[in-house]
């Protein structure tokens, strides 16, 4: 580990966007737009959890940030775009969990 990381903490909640966040462009795809990483291989990740988008059939969806580690591409997408999980909960589909306020 010779490179020191500058402090950087995954601050996902934090109410301030990063930096890198706000060059960040929209991907159609839930994955880099520019070399497809995945999410998996994000560097940083910020959450809009401030300003939540209401969709037509009463689903909050909000941008999730990512700043790929591999060619240090800043890109966002809806949370609602993201693909479910493989293997992770096949009974139980989409958790339609509200963590809410
Ligand atoms: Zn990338």
């Known amino acids: 580990m010779g490179k020191a990381l500058l402090g950087f903490t995954m601050d996902a ?7 890198w966040a706000e060059s960040a462009t929209h991907a159609l795809q839930f ?14 990740v910020w959450i809009n959890r401030r300003t939540p ?3 037509p059939n009463h689903r909050r969806k909000w941008q999730e940030f990512y700043h790929c580690g591999e ?10 775009d993201r ?12 958790a339609d969990e509200d963590e809410d306020v």
Do not use: I, K, M
């Open 31 to 44: 994955c880099c737009p520019r070399c497809g990483a995945s999410t998996a291989q994000a560097q940083a």
């Open 13 to 19: 909640f934090s109410p301030v966007p990063p930096a």
């Open 71 to 80: 060619c240090q591409t800043p890109w966002w997408a809806w949370n609602s």
């Open 53 to 55: 988008v209401y969709t």
């Open 83 to 94: 693909p479910p999980t493989p293997g992770l909960s096949d009974e139980h589909g989409e």
